[in-house]
């Protein structure tokens, strides 16, 4: 018996249409908010957290019952801060919405933008 040819057969079946489509790399467009969102979705929350979680772990060692103080009230100061953000979130909508008001008369006049092949 081949088992080679076994195992080609076995392991190198094609893909169904429904999960190939979704294998596929999206399309993006590259304008700058495009870019805005890709730059925060990196790696750096990871990062962010892992470097909080050993300073968490040196200040226990250090002094457990302030570590454990600040672990308590931790979620009482991000509750404080939520309106803060969500000021912060409506502001920055604001103005992005005045810039993108701002640029239309010129983003009339440039004309439409070249089409773009997808494939």
Not at 45 to 71: E, M, Q, R, Y
Not at 85 to 93: D, K, P
Not at 100 to 105: D, E, G, I, V
């Amino acid at each position: 018996m081949n088992h080679g040819l076994f195992a080609k057969r076995l392991f190198h079946r094609p893909i169904p249409r429904f999960v190939a489509i979704r294998l596929q790399p999206p399309v993006v467009a590259h304008t700058l908010s495009t870019l805005r969102v890709q730059r925060r979705t990196t790696g750096t929350a990871n990062v962010k957290t892992l470097i909080a979680l050993l300073l968490w772990c040196l200040l226990f060692v250090a002094c457990w019952p302030l570590a454990l103080l600040a672990l308590v009230l931790w979620p009482v100061a991000w509750l404080i801060a939520l309106p803060f953000r969500l000021v912060g979130i409506t502001f920055g909508a604001l103005f992005a919405f005045l810039g993108a008001l701002l640029m239309l008369p010129a983003r009339l006049l440039r004309g439409p933008a070249p089409h773009v092949a997808v494939g």
